[in-house]
């Protein structure tokens, strides 16, 4: 009997207490690929975009949505969302080079980059992908190389939001975006050098579940396009909320509701546009989590179950190298044991990696289905910030990954080995 086992729209299910995975059951994917192993579901990513697609253009149709490739730059990934028509946030040089392979021709990439070197501008500008800039040195570094046809500005909106601190990328605190003074000579000084078309840009931080601070930042950065239109006769072609919605991790979490959010966001939009009489500038967004976190699963294996007076440790082949986000951000990833789904004996356990540090754990005090070494768990929601943020710490080859597509299951990216450790080293005797 196939049934869902969890109450967010995953491509997740029970046959018999075993999970599968968009069809795949999860014992066989670690038996053919091995683990720790990062599972990406083609189905769910392209369902993502089309939802988030089509609540948009419903309300308005000059929409452009750009995936911020920082979450899972896979070129399969990358692959999939641009055949669905996407646009790209790159914010490397790297991430730009990526997205050039996986088929995005360079007006439908965005650079958006923070602390950019000079030779990275002109690596960007040489691609002709459209830049933002992120300080007023940047603009006057790259007029230096090109006076580009295209140009944006990340504004500081004054309001920030996010799941955690390091997450929040606007208001006070943080390095990003300019501020109104700045802003202004940033486009007086463009405009001055033969920019002809702008965009204006924010992104305000990351998991963000309530609307509000996206709402009320957006429309400041609307009554900053007013002021820039009415100081230096600039019109936009495009206006860009950046990215930052968040998805639910907990079982008790609601998802964001897209209708709500499209029709918030987007009636603020056109009133504003009349109102401050902007044209018909395309509204863009940046999601990267959005589209591909519950997307994906990590598969890991339990090496040890370890007991101390204080505690029921379960010891697993992932570790902060392989999903550093609970120990980044205190992250909650929700588990599963995947052999196990419907077993009724639980335990509460902390489950923890193979790296030396105490912070490498990947839940803390978990009520779990009792648990054996060789059993098969699943941590959810991976597919953004996941690989992505994966490291060799300890000296460990980073995780392969699998692609299920059409119930096939194709790997992307190779396990590393340790050949992977030593690649660009030179011994010195
Ligand atoms: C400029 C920019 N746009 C978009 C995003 C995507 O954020 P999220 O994955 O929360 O949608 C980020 C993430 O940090 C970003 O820096």
């Known amino acids: 009997m196939v049934k869902k086992v969890f109450q967010f729209l995953q491509p997740l299910t029970n046959k018999d207490g075993h999970l599968l995975f ?16 990062y599972v990406i579901s083609e189905s769910r990513i392209r369902h993502n975009y089309k939802r988030l697609s089509e609540e948009l253009t419903r ?32 914010v490397s040089p790297g991430e730009v080079f990526l997205a050039l392979k996986a088929g995005f021709s360079p007006e439908r990439i965005l650079f958006t980059g923070t602390s950019v070197r000079n030779d ?43 799941h955690h601190d390091h997450c929040i990328t606007a208001g006070p605190q943080t390095k990003f975006g300019l501020w109104e003074d700045e802003t202004l000579k940033t486009y007086a000084k463009a405009k001055n050098a033969g920019v002809e078309r702008f965009g204006i840009q924010m ?16 429309d400041n950065l609307l009554s900053m396009a007013k002021k820039i239109r009415d100081k230096l006769g600039i019109t936009f072609e495009f206006i860009d909320m950046g990215g930052g919605l968040g998805v639910p991790y907990k079982p008790e979490e609601n998802e964001l509701d897209l209708c ?9 939009f056109k009133r504003r546009i009349v109102e401050y ?19 994906s699963i990590l598969l890991t294996s339990v090496t040890t179950v370890k007991v101390t007076p204080f505690k029921k440790f379960i010891g697993v082949d992932a570790g902060f190298n392989t999903l550093i986000r609970p120990s980044m951000y205190g992250s909650y990833h929700h588990v599963l044991v995947a052999n196990k789904v419907t077993s009724q004996e639980k335990e509460i356990y902390d489950v923890v990696g193979p790296i030396c540090e105490s912070g490498d754990f990947l839940a803390r ?49 190779k396990r590393e080995t340790f050949d992977s450790l030593v690649f660009n080293q030179q011994m010195v005797e």
């Open 22 to 37: 968009d069809g795949v059951a999860a014992r066989e994917l670690a038996k053919e690929f091995d683990t720790p192993l």
């Open 59 to 90: 309300n308005y149709d000059k929409i452009h949505i750009y995936y911020a490739a920082k979450a899972n730059s896979n070129l399969s990934v990358l692959k999939i969302l641009e055949t669905e028509g996407a646009h790209l946030d790159a």
């Open 120 to 162: 990275e501008l002109r690596f960007i500008a040489d691609c002709k992908v459209p830049v933002n800039i992120d300080s007023f040195s940047e603009l006057e570094r790259l007029l230096k190389h090109v006076v580009p046809k295209i140009l944006s500005v990340r504004v500081n909106p004054k309001i920030g939001g996010g």
């Open 203 to 218: 992104h305000i931080g990351s998991g963000i579940l309530n609307l509000e601070p996206i709402i009320l930042a957006f």
């Open 260 to 268: 709500t959010f499209s029709n918030r966001i987007l009636s603020l």
């Open 277 to 295: 009489n902007l044209g018909t500038p395309f509204f863009c967004l940046e999601p990267g989590r959005y589209l591909v976190s519950d997307a």
């Open 365 to 413: 005090d978990r009520l779990l289905p009792k648990i054996e070494e060789g059993d098969l768990l699943a941590i959810l929601n991976v597919g953004a910030y996941g690989f992505a943020m994966s490291s060799q710490y300890n000296s460990r080859p980073r995780a392969a990954e699998v692609l299920i597509k059409n119930k096939k299951c194709l790997l992307v990216r």
